[in-house]
């Protein structure tokens, strides 16, 4: 379904797409197959086989999928590819960019940032994982510690690079 003028219309129904590329779908339920979509305002989606660039949903769901951006109550992705999602709960197992969630579970999956008060893991490699509470096999380049180590080290070197600027090249 293609977006009306009209987007304060009570949206009751259910979308099935399969093989179709859209714009916008706006509805009570999305289900899509083998399609794409540019943006999906739903309650509950489901991608299979499928691309979205941007995905607002209570309940998301994705199966060898991708999608841009996903902002969900509850976000499932099964061998899939996310470049950021925001959620209360995720569940991934597939590759992904950026994940922020209170509660993050992964399968297999590889991901670049990971922010979440809980992350529960059967394997991950990340690069950066923020979390106070990490159960399960991670690798990481940067964990919370790693990250605030860091910091510190980047800002005590830039502000020794700074001094001695000033006191080389100041005004006399």
């Known amino acids: 379904m293609i977006e009306t003028p009209d987007s304060n219309k009570q949206n009751l129904q259910v979308s099935n797409l399969a093989n179709v590329d859209v714009e916008t779908i706006h509805a009570e339920m999305a289900r899509m197959h083998q399609s794409s979509a540019g943006s999906i305002h739903s309650e509950d989606v489901e991608l299979n086989l499928s691309a979205a660039g941007r995905v607002q949903a209570a309940n998301f769901k ?14 499932t992705i099964q061998n899939g590819v996310a470049g ?31 922010a979440g008060g809980e992350v529960h893991s059967e394997r991950i490699e990340s690069l950066i994982l923020l979390s106070p ?34 006191a080389l090249f100041g005004k006399k």
């Open 84 to 114: 950021a999602v925001r959620a209360e709960s995720a569940a991934l197992n597939g590759v992904s960019g950026v994940v922020v969630a209170g509660s993050v579970e992964f399968g297999n999956a590889y991901a670049g940032l990971v």
């Open 133 to 166: 509470r990490v159960q399960g096999n991670v690798t990481t380049v940067i964990d919370t510690r790693g990250a605030v180590m860091a910091g510190l080290v980047g800002g005590l070197f830039a502000g020794m690079l700074l001094l001695l600027g000033r």
């Open 62 to 75: 994705a199966n060898e999928s991708f999608v841009a951006v996903a902002q969900a109550g509850d976000v």
